[in-house]
């Protein structure tokens, strides 16, 4: 039975009676049994017909068609590549009459035909796809079908497939790509990891640097100024100014002389070694030549020198300061 097909009857119109009008979309096909689609004519809602050239013609059928679109879905199992699962495929093919003769006296189409052609189709693609390959699969039979129904005439078919998984392939399917993101992200993880690692690293250096380099300035100050290394340091750094850094040497060497005086005194220092110290205080370059500049209208400033002037000028203050000794005896 042709899906479009309303009702096929007998038809002879009387002298006294119009050409009939088909209801809102239908159509009527009016044609001589056995002279083919040559002596035929369609008649359409609205339209106007010579009831004198219908009778000439000696129609004798009248078929009535729907002119509405239909659809036709059916469902089929594809099976995978690995047998263990299979492809879950939607075939929807959508149909409507474009030449109601052609349609008639071409090709039937009927359901169970479509169904034929379409499962004809399905059946090549068994075993042929991996479970990846759903998208490969469905353009396969979009094209395949499309193809098939070509032999129909006067119809516009068209054609839809979906393409899933049955509920094991897709438990699968997820998994594998559960994974695949698992392991990107991993892999992101693991470069940020090692991008930290590696700026952590250059940190650790770069303190580790400065902190030589401020172990270095240390040992330096200590070695060039002694005890006094910290107050040489706050001077560098503009914490004090020449005075007060001059004023810290001064009271160091002061108290050295004073601890030289109470050893002697006490009899703790043989007399050699207390002369030699005390040359070694007058003499003490440690600091160099410190002399203290005020150049008319400036604060004043601190000079390094080379010559032994501060130490003699020092010397000299502490000389003026005890009496000379006698008989090996000092102060």
Not at 66 to 89: C, E, M, W, Y
């Amino acid at each position: 039975m042709r899906e479009f097909v309303i009702r096929e009857e007998s038809f002879s119109l009387k002298l006294t009676e119009k050409v009939p009008q088909p209801n809102e979309g239908e159509c009527f096909l009016l044609y001589q049994e056995g002279a083919g689609p040559k002596k035929s004519m369609v008649i359409s809602q609205g339209g106007k017909y010579s009831s004198v050239a219908v009778r000439r013609e000696h129609y004798n059928r009248k078929v009535t068609f729907s002119l509405r679109k239909k659809g036709f879905t059916q469902k089929f199992h594809v099976v995978t590549a690995n047998i263990d699962f299979s492809f879950l495929v939607d075939v929807s093919i959508a149909c409507e009459i474009q030449d109601v003769r052609e349609y008639f006296f071409g090709e039937g189409l009927e359901e169970d035909t479509l169904g034929y052609i379409v499962k004809k189709c399905i059946v090549k693609q068994h075993k042929k796809w991996q479970i990846n390959q759903g998208w490969e699969l469905q353009r396969e039979l979009d094209q395949e079908i499309g193809w098939e129904l070509k032999i129909f005439s006067g119809v516009r078919l068209r054609v839809t497939v979906e393409v899933g998984l049955d509920a094991e392939a897709e438990k699968i399917w997820n998994s594998d790509r559960q994974s695949a993101v698992d392991i990107h992200l991993s892999g992101n993880r693991k470069n940020v990891q090692i991008a930290a690692n590696h700026h952590t690293a250059e940190i650790a250096e770069s303190e580790s640097a400065l902190k030589m380099k401020q172990i270095e300035q240390i040992k330096m100050l200590l070695q060039n100024f002694g005890t006094l290394g910290p107050v040489a340091n706050e001077y560098l750094e503009g914490k004090i100014d020449g005075k007060e850094l001059y004023s810290y040497i001064m009271k160091a060497r002061a108290e050295e002389m004073d601890m030289l005086k109470v050893a002697m005194e006490s009899d703790l220092i043989p007399t050699d070694e207390i002369m030699v110290k005390i040359n070694d205080i007058l003499s003490n370059r440690q600091f160099g030549e410190i002399e203290q500049k005020q150049p008319a209208g400036s604060g004043g400033g601190l000079e390094m020198h080379s010559s032994g002037q501060a130490d003699r000028t020092y010397a000299a203050q502490e000389d003026e300061e005890t009496v000379t000794p006698a008989d090996g005896d000092f102060l």
